[in-house]
């Protein structure tokens, strides 16, 4: 039994307040019915309860239906989550002007598509389920006091990949179920979705580093930045690459260098070739990606400033993708991802360490362009990305340039672009963060307006970001969207959004 009696007891007490109820179960009514204190944590920690506040409720979450024991409980549950998915699909199909949704939108499209639509109550459930799972929702938010009702959603752009509604739930079980099945792979904080990810995408059976990045020292700059796009797309922690050109990556102090790269060349995972016109020449590049395809190993080829077609020898049979390609570097995430078993984190948390890499890459191919005749340097246009990252009540604007830039304020806006307070900032560089101001977005959150949530004033909004560059000075504007959110049992506003301006 992956859980004791009492354990399923507990998580089927949890499962019923919610359904009959339609409220968490308070901490100290578990605690005083069954007397496990170490049941409750352990329920938490393998995510089949969710934990309200800091210990003063509890939700269940779907390996709470899947492990209850009731089959009515968890008949209800999977038609309920397969239902909203039907409906999310068609409706995400349809629906291109539209950004942010709410559970009313939900149940009118669901009308046109039954004949017999599902009740409100099997939306509402069916949808505060499926925030667990990936790539359907990118936001949500929730009604302040009452976090079992999803008040607002968007839809996230992986949504879809998603290939089988109907398979979606006993999938999503399988990957969850890990943590029960396996004491070893439980978590020890599952507040957000991404804590837990980090903790699965540490595989400790391996010896080494997972990814070895062979490249030629004159590229470091792109492999740091194909370096920050691994960590923030698959999770990557430092101590899982190795790329010999930049610091905390570098081989250890003292080790015969040839030595230690033919092991590791050869015990990585997964070998990706930056192949640029550098690195074609570099023997060390050339042996390291040889030894690999000799072997019959797994080689991600990864081009920048160079035609796949042009490659020659044994790199000539083996697929390549390229860096001056935003859609093959998502590519590559997705297909490394898929050989190490881990999944993608969402596409706007690693947008801007696309951006960079290609930027980088499209420098390099600027380069190396045939150009016989010059009569004066062609300056790349301007490519600035910008996102909100980060948790409240430490958010920022990070922005990301392919020069130097200078911001000197910030614009908080409804929709329709009227400002409603602005911040005097200060940032220069090519890569800098800004603090978001929250007197500033609590001002524009408490702000009438015709698209904000009334049940919690969330909705859609606009950031303008004041940025000087090469003399000019210009207003960029990103579309955002605040969301509420709980941090222990402290109410956030949190904002979400991020956009890239090319040549602008």
Not at 21 to 33: M, S
Not at 54 to 80: I, Q, T
Not at 279 to 298: I, K, P, Q, T
Not at 374 to 379: D, F, L, W, Y
């Amino acid at each position: 039994m992956p859980l004791s009696d009492t354990e399923r007891e507990i998580t089927n007490t949890v499962v019923q307040t919610f359904l009959g109820e339609d409220k968490a179960t308070p901490h100290k009514i578990l605690l005083r019915r069954f007397k496990e204190p170490t049941a409750l944590e352990h329920l938490v920690r393998t995510v089949v309860l969710a934990q309200i506040g800091n210990r003063d409720a509890y939700l269940p979450r779907v390996l709470a239906f899947h492990y209850c024991g009731d089959s009515e409980a968890l008949s209800k549950a999977k038609n309920a989550v397969t239902v909203v998915l039907h409906v999310l699909q068609n409706l995400f199909d349809v629906s291109l002007d539209k950004d942010t949704f709410t559970p009313a939108d939900l149940e009118q499209h669901a009308q046109k598509m039954y004949d017999s639509p599902p009740s409100l109550e099997t939306i509402n459930l069916g949808l505060f389920l499926v925030t667990e799972f990936a790539n359907v929702l990118s936001t949500y938010g929730s009604a302040v006091g009452g976090p079992t009702k999803i008040t607002s959603f968007g839809f996230n752009d992986n949504f879809v990949t998603v290939k089988s509604v109907e398979e979606a739930w006993d999938e999503h079980v399988r990957r969850q179920s890990i943590y029960v099945e396996s004491p070893a792979q439980s978590v020890e904080n599952m507040f957000e979705k991404e804590t837990a990810m980090e903790s699965r995408n540490r595989p400790d059976a391996h010896a080494g580093p997972l990814v070895l990045i062979s490249h030629s020292s004159k590229d470091v700059e792109l492999a740091a930045a194909l370096i920050d796009l691994l960590k923030s797309g698959i999770g990557l922690l430092a101590d899982q690459i190795r790329c010999t050109s930049v610091d905390g990556y570098r081989l250890p102090v003292g080790v015969n260098t040839e030595a230690k790269l033919r092991e590791e060349v050869n015990a990585a995972a997964v070998v990706i070739g930056l192949v640029t016109p550098n690195s074609l020449s570099s023997h060390y590049v050339m042996f390291e990606l040889g030894a690999r395809w000799g072997a019959n190993l797994f080689i991600a080829p990864l081009t920048a400033g160079i035609e796949a077609g042009k490659l020659r020898g044994p790199l000539s049979l083996i697929n390549a993708l390229s860096a001056n390609s935003e859609a093959q570097l998502y590519q590559l995430l997705g297909d490394i991802g898929n050989h190490l078993e881990l999944r993608p984190q969402k596409p706007e948390s690693y947008l801007r360490n696309v951006s960079a890499v290609k930027t980088l890459a499209d420098a390099i191919a600027n380069a190396t362009k045939d150009t016989p005749v010059r009569v004066a340097p062609v300056e790349e246009k301007l490519r600035v990305a910008i996102s909100a990252e980060g948790t409240p009540p430490s958010q920022v604007l990070k922005v990301v340039a392919n020069r130097s830039v200078e911001v000197s304020r910030v614009d908080y806006m409804t929709t329709g672009e009227a400002t409603i307070s602005s911040d005097d900032v200060s940032g220069q560089g090519g890569k800098f963060e800004i603090p978001i101001n929250y007197d500033c977005v609590s001002q524009l959150w408490n702000t009438p307006r015709s698209d904000r949530n009334h049940a919690d004033h969330s909705g859609p909004a606009k950031i303008g970001i004041t940025i000087s560059a090469d003399g000019d000075t210009k207003q960029y504007i990103v579309p955002v969207q605040m969301v509420a959110m709980f941090l222990g049992s402290a109410a956030h506003r949190k904002i979400v959004g991020s956009k890239t301006f090319h040549g602008s």
